[in-house]
């Protein structure tokens, strides 16, 4: 215990009293109020009536007594009028003592601090949250990216695996196609595939010693099916293996269209001109099912020439197993020039979305062409001048047979 | 009128006091105002047709620094432990709390409520954590002090099981 004078034990008391507001409540065994004093009302606890219930007259008591230890003490405790008080309990012979103790300035000095900090290390919590966040993102970017890019590997791979695939049918396409001709007359073409690769696929041979056939086909369609398509149908008409008479372009397309129905060959259909050449009378019979008119450019090469349409009508091969085809004959009188041709030589769009018309093909196929030149180069660059660049839409395929 | 003391324990920032003042005066204050010490509120409530008077008793929130004081929790009859949803770190605060009120006090009835409901897109707290406190017996209430979501149920809850 230590010994203080009584000039100074007075002066603490004084001290502690007059700067803590010190007030007290004694409470008997039966937990009724004995007696209570000091700076009361600064604590909010005036009114307190003796002999009552404790914890009844103040709730803050409720649960503590009797208390399983003492003294006791509790900091900090928010008092009724708002104060903050250190609450001491004390046990003697009388009952137990609770003496408050005033801390409000204190406590709101560390409330100041320990706002600050907390307001901190929230701050910082909230930090660590968003990086760890950011980086999850980061992460799943970096491994969406990667995906990405074995996706992006796997179609490149992929693409080129069907770049190689149509450049292998282009060229079976090409090999098919038959070579260009002199004697007893000129026969030349001119077969760019589009990027895609179009069903177009031409042909000419003799019949006899006297009949030449040549034509043109169209499958609708792009790609390697389309091609697979023109490239049977080309060999059939080659190798003459339809049961019918092919001095006869009706009779030619009839049997064709009963052999390749849209419903037996992938849903795919095509146009085809055919027609018939009668070398000794130069008597042409052609047949259309659906495909532009072939031109005859009649006078020599030298003025500008007379175009007429050589057509016939004729639904699509392949709709409908029914269909009928006509012929039509005509006489090619020297000095002339029939273009068979499919729509990739004139369904050609501008860079403004218009499109090329018919009429200015007849132009370009009429026009006069210096010896050194071929018509049909003027109408390859024509339509790559029209589209605004090399490469076309559509297969172009064009056949110039001259008389 | 029967009286029961009920202690709000968890980490600093979780909401404590505005859950209290959200269920006592029916406030909410977005102002973050740390508590030092304890708080004393008192509120009645009805269990059927009895009337139960609880006393409040909002507990400074732990930090690293300072544990939660655990004779504040003497004669209580029941607590909330309180997590904020946005920090997951406080479920862990929350678990140990448990842990030593239990160690010291012994297994009153509590409550855990997960805070700020309404804090949806920053949601932080796993639902396997939580399912397994569920699985291991813990009342587990989401609660928004902001909208007053589960916070009326989650007293009355807790007073039922003290009066039970």
Known sequence: MLHLPTRISDWLLLLVTTQRSV?????????????????????????????????EQWPFLEGLLPLSEAPFLLQSVGMPSGSVADVHFLVDEAGTWVVLLDVTSDHDEARIVQQKAYDMTLLSQREARLMRKLEAAHAD?????????????????SHRRLERELRDAERYVRAILPPPMTAPF??????????????????????????????????????????LLSVAVTNVLRSGGLQTDYHRPEDVLGSLNRAYQMDDHDGMYFTIWYGVYHHPTRRLRHASAGHPPAILVKGPRETRGEA????????????LPSTRYESEECTLDAPARLFLFSDGVYEV?????????????????TAPVSADRSELDEVLHFAQHTRGGPLLEDDFSIVRMTI | MLQKKVCVLGAFGVGKTTLVRRFVESIFSEAYLTTVGVKIDKKTVRVGSEPVTLVLWDIAGEDAERSVRMNYVRGASGYFLVADGTRAETLDVASSIQGRVTAEVGGLPFLLLINKSDLQESWDIAAGPVESLERSGWGVVRTSAKTGEGVEEAFHELTRRMVS
């Open chain 1, 23 to 55: 007030a007290y409540l004694l409470i008997d065994q039966r937990q009724a109020l004995a007696m209570s004093g000091g700076d009361l009302e600064r604590h909010g606890l005036s009114g307190l009536l003796d002999g009552q219930q404790a914890t």
């Open chain 1, 186 to 227: 000129d026969v030349d073409w001119r077969f760019v595939p589009s990027t895609e690769l179009g069903g177009d696929s031409f042909g000419y041979h003799w019949i006899d010693a006297e009949h030449f056939a040549l034509f043109v086909l169209d499958v609708c369609g792009h790609g390697v099916g389309a091609a």
């Open chain 1, 141 to 157: 970017l970096t491994v969406a990216h990667r995906e990405l890019a074995e996706s992006r590997d796997a179609l490149v791979q």
């Open chain 1, 349 to 365: 769009h501008r860079p403004d979305d218009t499109m090329m018309e018919f009429s200015e093909l007849e132009s370009v196929l």
């Open chain 1, 308 to 319: 007429v349409r050589l057509s016939s009508p004729g639904m699509l091969l392949g709709v």
